[in-house]
């Protein structure tokens, strides 16, 4: 069974409920990046020129509940209208209360209102099932078809993720995905379920407990998975690696001793590295070894890594990358993670499937010019690791099957 969506239905003369994600940065009140806002344009063009009246949703920030106008989705409003050209009306505080349902019910076709920042309600965010359902009942009740195009919170178990939708299910209107959950969907699914072999997973990132349960998931499914970041070094550790100050789990070393005992050498770790004696000011030093010298930490993959990783990459199939190879974010030690990246464009150029799964590697290819090089980035960091791992999504399960 695949995933309605916003292409089979009918929206003329309706009221259709989107929810997008506009949680954008903000500077002084001014959108400072509306990649968010550009990702949600098809749908909300395909409800405007099919004659649909438009009631757009999204959170911004942790406001927890409260009306706090630092945190009000007028900016996004402002940038949206100028990407359409068309007045964008911003919803009262009340959210979806009385006045807001009375600005929606006086909406007409061809126009586009935002509603007013959804966690100003507590509701929203509530884990007390009934409080997020009378929310979503709210939200429901302003329109007559429920539309998920916010994949970054469809990890989320939120009032107008899964509590609107039910909502308008119950008065027999349609919940389907969005132009962009549904490429989500599609990409996702297809790297995990029907690969193009070789498959190879490449994870990166801080800390290895935020991705036992994607590697135990991908383990498998896959050929190969390449790993770095300071999570490498914990498992480095587990197979007995000096890595001298590197970041290190503790609690997690038998874990991964018993992980990597299950992997059967699928696992690729770094045999060379980047690495410091300080963090804050200290210079890079060429570490030509899989062993880490007692007074430095790890903070990049070596030359010798880049070389071996890449090669894999290139012989792949299909390429998931989840996480950076280092900390990009200083250029002493972002050669690791561009060396990735360019090597996952230049997979794709010869016919690999590549999906980027969302948080640091997506910024990081985007950063670097290459996101276009690339298959498909993610707009969900959080919700892409809950996908590839296979853990239940009720924002996605909620809506209607073909």
Same mark, same amino acid.
């Given at each position: 069974?695949?995933?309605?969506?916003?292409?089979?239905?009918?929206?003329?003369?309706?009221?259709?409920?989107?929810?997008?994600?506009?949680?954008?940065?903000?500077?002084?009140?001014?959108?400072?990046?509306?990649?968010?806002?550009?990702?949600?344009?098809?749908?909300?063009?395909?409800?405007?020129?099919?004659? #649909?009246?438009?009631?757009?949703? @999204?959170?911004? %920030?942790?406001?927890?509940?409260?009306?706090?106008?630092?945190?009000?989705?007028?900016?996004?409003?402002?940038?949206?209208?100028?990407?359409? %050209?068309?007045?964008?009306?911003? *919803?009262?505080?009340?959210?979806?209360?009385?006045?807001?349902?009375?600005?929606? #019910?006086?909406?007409?076709?061809?126009?586009?209102?935002?509603?007013?920042?959804?966690?100003?309600?507590?509701?929203?965010?509530?884990?007390?099932e009934t409080e997020m359902q009378a929310f979503g009942d709210q939200l429901g009740a302003l329109g007559d078809v429920y539309v998920n195009d916010a994949f970054g919170t469809c990890h989320r178990k939120h009032a107008s993720m899964y509590g609107a939708a039910k909502a308008v299910q119950a008065k027999g209107g349609p919940a389907v995905a969005g132009y962009l959950v549904e490429k989500e969907i599609k990409y996702l699914h297809e790297a995990v379920a029907e690969p193009k072999k070789p498959f190879v997973a490449i994870l990166g990132g801080a800390k290895v407990s935020d991705?036992?349960?994607?590697? @135990?998931?991908?383990?498998?499914?896959?050929?190969?998975?390449?790993?770095?970041?300071?999570?490498?070094?914990?498992?480095?550790?587990?197979? !007995?690696?000096?890595?001298?100050?590197?970041?290190?789990?503790?609690?997690?070393?038998?874990?991964?001793?018993?992980?990597?005992?299950?992997? #059967?050498?699928?696992?690729?770790?770094?045999?060379?590295?980047?690495?410091?004696?300080?963090?804050?000011?200290?210079?890079? @030093?060429?570490?030509?070894?899989?062993?880490?010298? !007692?007074?430095?930490?790890?903070?990049?993959?070596?030359?010798?890594?880049?070389?071996?990783?890449?090669?894999?990459?290139?012989?792949?199939?299909?390429? +998931?990358?989840?996480?950076?190879?280092?900390?990009?974010?200083?250029?002493?030690?972002?050669?690791?993670?561009?060396?990735?990246?360019?090597?996952?464009?230049?997979?794709? *150029?010869?016919?690999? +499937?590549?999906?980027? #799964?969302?948080?640091?590697?997506?910024?990081?290819?985007?950063?670097?010019?290459?996101?276009?090089?690339?298959?498909?980035?993610?707009?969900?960091?959080?919700? @892409?690791?809950?996908?590839?791992?296979?853990?239940?999504?009720?924002?996605?399960?909620?809506?209607?099957?073909?």
């Open positions: 069974m695949a995933t309605k969506t916003i292409a089979d239905i009918d929206v003329a003369g309706k009221t259709v409920l989107v929810r997008v994600d506009f949680n954008v940065p903000l500077d002084n009140g001014v959108v400072t990046n509306d990649n968010r806002i550009v990702a949600a344009l098809p749908s909300i063009k395909k409800v405007l020129d099919a004659g #649909g009246k438009l009631i757009l949703m @999204s959170h911004l %920030g942790r406001p927890k509940g409260q009306v706090n106008p630092e945190f009000s989705l007028k900016p996004a409003a402002d940038k949206l209208a100028e990407h359409l %050209g068309l007045p964008v009306k911003l *919803g009262p505080a009340d959210v979806a209360g009385p006045d807001a349902a009375k600005m929606a #019910g006086e909406l007409q076709a061809g126009e586009v209102m935002l509603l007013e920042n959804l966690r100003f309600n507590p509701g929203e965010t509530s884990k007390d991705k036992i349960k994607l590697i @135990s998931s991908l383990l498998d499914k896959v050929d190969t998975i390449l790993i770095g970041g300071a999570m490498a070094y914990t498992l480095l550790k587990a197979r !007995d690696v000096t890595v001298g100050k590197s970041l290190v789990e503790a609690d997690q070393v038998d874990a991964m001793k018993e992980l990597l005992g299950r992997a #059967g050498g699928k696992i690729i770790l770094p045999c060379d590295h980047v690495g410091t004696d300080d963090f804050a000011h200290g210079q890079p @030093s060429a570490i030509n070894d899989v062993n880490i010298p !007692d007074n430095l930490m790890g903070m990049d993959i070596g030359p010798e890594t880049i070389d071996e990783f890449s090669e894999i990459i290139l012989a792949a199939g299909t390429v +998931v990358w989840n996480g950076p190879m280092g900390v990009f974010e200083r250029p002493d030690y972002a050669t690791g993670t561009k060396a990735v990246a360019e090597a996952v464009a230049k997979a794709t *150029g010869h016919g690999a +499937v590549s999906v980027i #799964g969302g948080g640091d590697s997506a910024a990081a290819v985007v950063q670097m010019g290459l996101a276009d090089k690339m298959t498909h980035v993610s707009t969900g960091g959080g919700a @892409s690791l809950t996908y590839l791992e296979g853990k239940a999504m009720p924002p996605i399960e909620v809506l209607d099957q073909k």
